[in-house]
């Protein structure tokens, strides 16, 4: 009888390997960042085109390889990173596994370009999926530069689960940013179809790295922590609970300088926020943790980003101290006189001058000759368009639509006075300084006055839009730190917001600045404003092309520009806006699509008090 179990062939192993190793191109681009890194690299340079799914190139200035050495890092199990049991508990660099270049050789067109210093040639290797092509000696500066285009296309079934080119972009910067910040002075440059997207310049203190890649606004606003015995050190910064976010996208976590995501770690810093942060929101935070090799387990996770403590409850209960005694100290500094209590200053916790996570021995000069990033000669036109999101269809967009065209009037809102006008109504009183209480013929009529100030405002812009709105030049312009696909989403409408009396003006990387604003705005704080519009237009993915975007900007800088509830209005006030009402198009109904009024019509009051049965 014929036997049914097999040993797969390696390259279908490897396929296999790629699939928990692979999920995207952000991951091909960590596991070739952290390989260049393991090298010894101070100098990095990442090229993308078209998301990903072209091309992923890193060239690095590290170690190299020679020809021997080039030809088994693409097999299977071949690191020289470990090389005994004993290794796996004590392990000091990034990679270990000895399977992230086989098994993206696997996926993709892979060509391996690499060259050791004391090597007169530099070897290149190209690889289609899983199989060797080709192996020439060439030319080549000292390091590594790995080629991975076409990634999936032996694959086609996980060549589908590729998302936008913006959505994968996205990964790679949040990968990248990652990396970043656990090595301050390494420099990484992102090309993207040809155009720089980030540059992140080798720096010698870690707060500077974490001010690059977290936002300048932080920057006056960072608590240092630091912590340190024999057996673990804690560096790192925190943000004050104001600048708290509803993701934990602006938490990271390192162990040894990798990036990990760390439940005990994470729920610590948490811990130590208590009491200053909702439930829902997160901190913004950079936290490294050094411990000895010998202390921490690298090994559970395939794609290496879970580890696990020796000390596990040492290590929370420091973070956690950590933590609440930076925040406590910058609660403090607004009021104290200066005097600190000596215990406080550094006795229990000696502080780590300038400690970087990146700092691990190779024994190895770093080479100096650096890789000329080149593209093909002829790059099409097309690919240096700034990026575009995707066009989702209409229908994908579930938010309520404005009742601008056929405005049906909401419940208890029937034709009350049809032939009346909102100037016929007796004003009664405002109600929580909110509600705006009137006395018509037949009955109560209440007015959401935030509401109704909204409708007014926003037919206005509309009005004015085409006949340009009056500017008004901020005193002190506003800077906005925007990540990839904010900034890719400002980048465009910026012409638009042109239009509205917006002057905004890309200051380099997601950096914007706000120079002027519509004056109907009167002076109003602008940021969150266009945090908003960003936001709004990033969620509808803007397809609908400017004009939808800029239909929802009008829609928010009505709202911000409008009577907010819970203010006071003068009678003149009153007046005028149901003048103004009666002026609009579609009185009954904010831009959002609430009603701006309902009643209480005589009929219903006299039932209550049993006037009538
Ligand atoms: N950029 C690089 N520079 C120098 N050597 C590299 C580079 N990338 C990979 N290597 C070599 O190839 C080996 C295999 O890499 P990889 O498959 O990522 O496994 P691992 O990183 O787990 O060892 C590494 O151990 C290293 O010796
Ligand atoms: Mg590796």
Redo the contacts with the bound molecule.
Sequence with gaps: MMSTIKILPENLSNKIAAGEVVERPASVVK??V???L??G?DRIVVEIEKGGRSLIQIA?N????IRD?ALL?IERY????IYKEDDLFSIS?L????????SIASVSRFTLV?RRQDADAGTEISIAGGTIKKVVDTGAPV??M?SVRQLFFNTPARRKFLKSVNTEMGHIVETLSGIALGWPKVRLRLIHNGREVKHWPGVSSPRERVVDVMGRDLDADLQELSFEDETLSITGWTSSPAHSRSTSRGIYIYVNGRIVKDRVVQHALFQGYAGRIVKGQFPVAAVFIMVPNDKVDVNVHPAKNEVRFAEQKKVHDSVRLCVSQALDQADRKHWSSGYRPPDETGAVFPKVAERSTGEFSYGKQVGTDQWVVSGPASRSVADHRPLTTDHRPPSADHRPKATDHQSPLPAGQQALWSKKQFKDLKYVGQFRDTYLIFESDEGLVIIDQHAAHERIMYEHLKKKTHGRLEKQILLIPETLDLNFREAAVMAEIIPGLKELAFEVEPFGGGTFVIKAAPAVLGGREVKPLMLEMVDAVLESGHGNVLENALDDCLKIMACHGAIRANQELKLAEINRMLEQLDACDTPSNCPHGRPTWVTWPLSFLEKAFKRIV
């Design positions: 596991e070739l952290e390989n260049a393991d090298a690299s690095d590290g170690a190299g390889m050495d890092c071949a690191t020289s990173k660099t990679g270990f596994r000895g399977e992230a270049l086989p690499t390091g590594t790995v």
